[in-house]
């Protein structure tokens, strides 16, 4: 019923930025919550960023300063800038949102397929 497509994943240099989107698609009455969660190899899934629907952005510690999330609810789209990119933020970033389901209101999480960042020299 909810999909989220995300892009703007790829190979960048250390102190490069890359731009993520992803955008919310299907039956749903309205969206929450919408950020954004990375993985790393040999490492737990973390938060990286979430963008409250009143519109007040937070960051884990490691990315703040460096990235800037901003959402278009008109366009149910959430962006994450990356800019001064780290080796260590090489991950699998991961688009995650909060719907409200038809026709009982019924709260779920919705996450999208991840994409690929890597940063290396």
């Known amino acids: 019923q909810v999909q989220l497509v995300e892009s703007g994943g790829g190979l960048v240099q250390p102190g490069g930025s890359l731009r993520l989107s992803c955008a919310a698609s299907g039956s749903f009455l309205r969206i929450g919550d919408m950020g954004w969660h990375r993985q790393a190899p040999g490492k737990e899934r973390e938060l990286v960023a979430v963008m409250r629907y009143g519109g007040s952005p937070e960051y884990a510690e490691s990315v703040q300063g460096r990235f800037t999330i901003s959402r278009d609810n008109g366009k149910n789209t959430v962006y994450l800038q990356l800019n001064s990119l780290k080796p260590e933020d090489t991950a699998v970033y991961y688009c995650?949102?909060?719907?409200?389901?038809?026709?009982?209101?019924?709260?779920?999480?919705?996450w999208g397929q991840g994409t690929q960042v890597t940063v290396s020299s």
């Open positions: 995650y949102a909060r719907v409200v389901l038809p026709p009982t209101l019924r709260v779920d999480d919705y």
